[in-house]
């Protein structure tokens, strides 16, 4: 069944990061021919490509890690409570070496085009350098946070020191010492590069639209005692995490905000302020996402903190924002980010102000002067969710593009499938139980249920899943639904798909992107459709059964 031209295979992944190592490691378990591709030179996405300084999980590193292998939680040792880059690379290499997956990956390899083949069944796909694959099922682990998008501003080719883009930071150190930096953005990747580097640069000049809510990281050190307790209680901790809407460890509070006093709700906020990772947003009261009144108070407990900590009080009310609550958007944490504006080399630019009129070769320009740099970094965030799922020309039954059907927004089913696309899966896509909670999570759960469903089709002798479009239109509804009740719906933000810098996505209409019901319910859902028979996806059988089989050898799968 290939088409003369390249190679076939029965499953391709596209994307090499924690989904993509993780799904080829249940494929091969299973003895199936199936490759991974990636752009990138190696494997690790958002790890291979984010390289900035101070690139860290904000996951509890423990939490974070596969949890499919027991000999694997027993010999990886982490750190620190919140893993920096290079450690998360070492251990996503660690995996895929321990289980001996780099043979079936092949990087170098952009996928520019998949379009589906009706009458043989299978995905055709290019590469960028013109080479051709063909596969049945097509597995898309491109990533949610993959593609980095550029501010659009006149002559950023003119500028004749350095600049990049934070994904892209490159992999030689970067001379920092004396040099005059300008890093524009204050969203999650700004506030984790400025707290590392302020110290370290001559000058550090920040340009901020609009600022963002963060809390204390706490970060600390892991000793091989704690590891050893980590160990003994990974059940437990894989467990509560499979317990919480968020697919961390930390529990909401479910005593009601109203039912206590406001000395009980400072109790409460005093120590998760102190405590590490997402508490002070997760553990916190559920009416913060969704009560107006009971976000302003909140967020007025958060403004201040950032009053005491920045000793500048204009430049504290700057760091405030007040465009959108605490919490409405997946929320930053940070490392002395605050005290960074403490700091004589550190200045903050309000550029709702002053906006930036052009990078010039010097540096660059806003309505109120010149400014000289050594080095720009775009601190500018991504085209999330849907950027990496637009940027291949995907065309599904009688050549539809899936940029198209998505013009508006993702409509998909379980976040997994979409009619009109046969045979393609995505483990963790727009819609899925895996943006708006801890990721691996998430993916270990859309990997499982990918790969039971690939397993259902071939005992059966299936050639074919497609979603109905009533199923997807009810599940894109439900999702939609959701958003009815947060305030996150109200906020510009990468989980209601705005971007200024994406053609389309500036104007804040809302995209339907993330599952908001939470990972227990998400998961008894897609338990739930496999349970009835793949309900809502139908399967065609293989009329030509004994021609084909999935398998590399002559493994059962
Ligand atoms: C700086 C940063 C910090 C983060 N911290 C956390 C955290 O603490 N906790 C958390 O839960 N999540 C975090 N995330 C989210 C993170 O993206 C996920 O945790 C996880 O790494 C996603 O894995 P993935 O395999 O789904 O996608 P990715 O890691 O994004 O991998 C996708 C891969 O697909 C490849 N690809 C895309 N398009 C193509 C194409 N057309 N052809 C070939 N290859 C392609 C890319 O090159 C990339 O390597 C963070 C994200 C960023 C950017």
Request: charged fraction near 25%; include cysteine.
């Given at each position: 069944?290939?088409?003369?031209?390249?190679?076939?295979?029965?499953?391709?992944?596209?994307?090499?990061?924690v989904?993509?190592?993780?799904?080829?490691?249940?494929?091969t378990?299973?003895g199936?021919?199936?490759?991974?591709?990636d752009?990138?030179?190696?494997l690790?996405?958002?790890w291979?490509?984010?390289r900035?300084?101070?690139a860290?999980?904000?996951?509890?590193?423990?939490?974070?890690?596969?949890?499919?292998?027991?000999?694997?939680?027993?010999?990886?040792?982490?750190?620190?409570?919140f893993?920096?880059?290079?450690e998360?690379?070492?251990?996503?290499?660690?995996?895929a070496?321990?289980?001996?997956?780099?043979?079936f990956?092949?990087?170098?390899c952009?996928?520019?085009?998949a379009?589906?083949?009706?009458a043989?069944n299978?995905?055709?796909?290019?590469?960028?350098?013109?080479?051709?694959?063909?596969?049945h099922?097509?597995?898309?682990?491109?990533?949610?946070?993959?593609?980095?998008?550029l501010?659009?501003?006149?002559?950023?080719?003119?500028?004749?020191?350095?600049?990049?883009?934070t994904?892209?930071?490159?992999?030689?150190?970067?001379e920092?010492a004396g040099?005059?930096?300008?890093?524009?953005g204050?969203?999650?990747?700004?506030?984790?590069?400025?707290?590392?580097?302020?110290?370290?640069?001559?000058?550090?000049?920040v340009?901020?639209r609009?600022?963002?809510?963060?809390?204390?990281?706490n970060?600390?050190?892991?000793s091989?005692l704690?590891?050893?307790?980590?160990r003994a209680?990974?059940?437990d901790?894989?467990?509560?995490c499979?317990?919480?809407?968020?697919?961390?460890?930390?529990?909401?509070?479910?005593?009601?905000f109203?039912d206590?006093?406001r000395?009980?709700?400072?109790?409460?906020?005093?120590?998760?302020?102190?405590e590490?990772?997402?508490?002070?947003w997760?553990?916190?009261?559920?009416?913060?996402?969704?009560?107006?009144?009971?976000?302003?108070?909140?967020?007025?407990?958060?403004?201040?903190?950032?009053r005491?900590?920045v000793?500048?009080?204009?430049v504290?009310?700057?760091?405030?924002?007040r465009?959108?609550?605490?919490?409405?958007q997946?929320?930053?944490l940070?490392?002395?980010?605050l005290?960074?504006?403490?700091?004589?080399?550190?200045?903050?630019?309000?550029?709702?102000?002053?906006?930036?009129?052009k990078?010039?070769?010097?540096?660059?320009?806003?309505?109120?002067?010149?400014y000289?740099f050594?080095?720009i970094?775009?601190?500018t965030?991504?085209?999330?969710?849907?950027g990496?799922?637009?940027?291949?020309?995907?065309?599904?039954?009688?050549?539809?593009?899936?940029?198209?059907?998505?013009?508006?927004?993702p409509?998909?089913?379980?976040g997994?499938?979409?009619?009109?696309?046969?045979?393609?899966?995505m483990?963790?896509?727009?819609?899925?139980?895996?943006?708006?909670?801890?990721?691996?999570?998430?993916?270990?759960?859309?990997?499982?249920?990918?790969?039971?469903?690939?397993?259902h089709?071939?005992?059966?002798?299936?050639?074919?899943?497609?979603?109905?479009?009533?199923a997807?239109?009810?599940?894109?509804a439900?999702?939609?639904?959701m958003?009815?009740?947060?305030?996150?719906?109200?906020?510009?933000?990468?989980?209601?798909?705005?971007?200024?810098?994406?053609?389309?996505?500036?104007?804040?209409?809302?995209?339907?992107?993330?599952?908001?019901?939470?990972?227990?319910?998400?998961?008894?859902k897609?338990?739930?459709a496999?349970?009835?028979?793949?309900?809502?996806?139908v399967?065609?059988?293989?009329?030509?059964?004994?021609?084909?089989?999935?398998?590399?050898t002559?493994?059962q799968?």
């Open positions: 069944m290939t088409d003369g031209t390249g190679s076939h295979y029965e499953v391709i992944v596209i994307g090499a990061g989904a993509g190592i993780y799904q080829i490691k249940r494929l378990d299973l199936v021919n199936a490759a991974v591709l752009a990138a030179a190696d690790g996405g958002t291979y490509w984010n900035y300084p101070g860290r999980f904000d996951s509890e590193s423990y939490t974070y890690g596969y949890s499919f292998s027991e000999e694997l939680l027993n010999e990886w040792h982490w750190k620190e409570r893993s920096g880059q290079p998360n690379l070492r251990y996503l290499n660690y995996v070496d321990k289980f001996d997956l780099r043979k990956m092949q990087f170098n952009k996928v520019e085009a379009h589906f083949d009706e043989d299978v995905w055709r796909l290019t590469l960028d350098d013109g080479r051709r694959m063909t596969c099922f097509i597995i898309l682990a491109v990533g949610l946070l993959s593609t980095p998008t501010p659009r501003l006149e002559g950023m080719d003119s500028f004749k020191g350095r600049s990049f883009h994904y892209y930071w490159p992999h030689q150190p970067v920092l040099r005059k930096v300008a890093v524009i204050t969203g999650a990747t700004a506030i984790q590069i400025i707290a590392e580097i302020a110290d370290k640069v001559g000058e550090l000049t340009f901020q609009r600022p963002n809510w963060s809390a204390p990281l970060n600390g050190p892991i091989d704690e590891m050893a307790d980590i209680r990974y059940g901790i894989f467990a509560a499979a317990r919480t809407p968020s697919g961390f460890e930390h529990e909401p509070d479910r005593r009601g109203y206590v006093t000395e009980q709700r400072l109790a409460l906020w005093d120590r998760l302020y102190d590490p990772g997402f508490g002070i997760l553990s916190n009261f559920r009416e913060i996402f969704m009560d107006e009144a009971a976000n302003a108070e909140f967020s007025e407990y958060i403004a201040n903190r950032i005491q900590r000793k500048n009080p204009a504290a009310e700057k760091l405030i924002p465009d959108h609550g605490f919490g409405v997946r929320v930053p940070e490392t002395r980010y005290e960074a504006y403490n700091r004589s080399n550190v200045h903050l630019v309000d550029i709702s102000e002053t906006p930036i009129e990078i010039t070769e010097a540096g660059l320009r806003t309505t109120a002067r010149d000289d050594d080095i970094v775009y601190a965030g991504f085209d999330a969710i849907t990496s799922f637009d940027r291949i020309d995907i065309r599904g039954v009688g050549g539809e593009t899936l940029f198209d059907k998505w013009r508006e927004g409509s998909t089913f379980l997994m499938l979409v009619h009109g696309f046969p045979n393609l899966l483990p963790t896509g727009p819609q899925s139980g895996s943006a708006s909670t801890n990721f691996p999570r998430g993916i270990e759960t859309g990997v499982n249920w990918c790969t039971d469903l690939l397993q089709m071939w005992k059966r002798g299936y050639i074919r899943a497609e979603a109905t479009p009533e997807e239109q009810s599940w894109t439900h999702v939609t639904k958003y009815a009740i947060m305030l996150m719906r109200k906020a510009k933000s990468w989980f209601t798909g705005y971007n200024s810098n994406v053609a389309g996505h500036e104007h804040g209409k809302v995209r339907y992107f993330v599952y908001n019901g939470g990972a227990p319910k998400y998961v008894a897609i338990n739930d496999a349970a009835n028979g793949y309900d809502g996806i399967l065609t059988p293989d009329s030509r059964s004994s021609s084909r089989t999935p398998l590399r002559t493994a799968v």
